[in-house]
């Protein structure tokens, strides 16, 4: 099972519908999807399940805020009874695929706040120990969907921050896939990023030999970046219109990461349209030329990725 972190801390850069597009499509490609909601905001939740379901069925017992505020001491419920199977995109699937969600919550940003007073200690060994547990939560946490053998690839969709939870994400992740616009601000946050990502690895794998000494033997780790991913890229006469190809080249040339061939394509219409149809874009065809190539751009995101993950 491989954990995929979907993360970028500039909002809005396309990170939920990469993820829900990515996790259709390899779900149709017959790969075995769970995908975590880790945004408060919870957009990704909203894709696929309805609001009136999610506040009927989900809110009061069934996201990951109740796995977070459970795991503290307790009766500790188990990341994989939150599984779901949402509806409307099974659907659209055929029927021996295997896509399902951990919903997430819109009070998850008080979870942040709850995990940060744990990370305090009377000493510097304490604190470190209190890093490590709380770091590791999710880590440890989704060994239990592990252990099931259900899944083949789990993408979480982070939220557009760097807190408590995010970094938990990073911590479980085998992989981490960037999205970003090709635009100037964009692409300068991913040096910030990969820098923030750097520091919390560093810190993680300091402290974890200490912790080791300890009681409990842990590995260091080291998750690999897929790639960067360019969203909503504006063609003109069949590539990316100019000011968009210079930060696209500049990144190409410039950032030792790798950056992936294809891209997803800007169109406010499909975009717009699928989150209240509960099936992502790519999913559908289109007899409308350019929706369908917003499509073919998708699926050739999902081809790289597979790659890149040695699939
Ligand atoms: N390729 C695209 N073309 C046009 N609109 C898009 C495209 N991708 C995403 N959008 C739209 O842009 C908005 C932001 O996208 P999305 O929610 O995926 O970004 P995000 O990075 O997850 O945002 P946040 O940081 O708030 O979590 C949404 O309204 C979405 O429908
Ligand atoms: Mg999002």
């Known amino acids: 099972m491989k954990v995929v972190s979907v993360i970028n801390y500039k909002g809005g850069v396309g990170k939920?519908?990469?993820?829900?597009?990515?996790?259709?499509?390899?779900?149709?490609?017959?790969?075995?999807?769970?995908?975590m909601d880790l945004d408060a905001q919870a957009s990704l939740t909203f894709s696929f399940i309805k609001p009136d379901e999610w506040q009927n069925s989900f809110a009061s017992s069934k996201t990951i805020k109740t796995w977070f505020d459970e795991s503290d001491g307790g009766a500790q419920i188990s990341l994989k009874d939150l599984c779901h199977k949402p509806e409307r995109v099974n659907s659209a699937l055929p029927h021996d695929s295997t896509l399902d969600i951990i919903p997430s919550h819109l009070g998850l940003i008080n979870v942040d706040l709850e995990l940060a007073t744990r990370l305090g200690g009377a000493n510097l060994s304490q604190s470190?120990?209190?890093?490590i547990s709380v770091h590791r939560m999710l880590a440890d946490g989704l060994d239990d969907i592990r252990a099931t053998g259900l899944y083949d690839i789990v993408l979480i969709d982070c939220p557009p921050n760097f807190n408590i939870v995010t970094k938990t994400a990073?911590?479980?992740?085998?992989?981490?896939?960037?999205?970003?616009?090709?635009d100037e601000l964009s692409t300068l946050g991913i040096d910030y990023l990969m820098r923030s990502i750097g520091e919390l690895l560093k810190d993680y794998n300091d402290y974890v030999k200490v912790v080791s000494n300890d009681s409990k033997d842990f590995d260091e780790i080291s998750p690999i970046v897929v790639g960067v991913v360019f969203t909503m890229v504006q063609e003109y006469a069949g590539e990316p219109m100019s000011a968009q190809k210079t930060y696209i080249k500049k990144l190409q040339t410039e950032s030792d990461l790798a950056i992936f061939d294809s891209y997803i394509k800007r169109n406010d219409t499909v975009f717009a349209e699928s989150p209240v149809y509960g099936v992502p874009v790519v999913l559908n065809s289109y007899s409308n030329v350019s929706h369908q190539s917003v499509v073919d751009g998708l699926e050739a995101v999902a081809t790289e990725f597979l790659e890149k993950l040695g699939e």
């Open 16 to 35: 939920t519908s990469l993820t829900a597009n990515l996790a259709a499509e390899l779900a149709f490609r017959g790969k075995r999807i769970l995908v």
């Open 128 to 131: 470190k120990k209190n890093f």
């Open 170 to 182: 990073i911590i479980a992740s085998d992989y981490i896939l960037v999205p970003t616009r090709p």
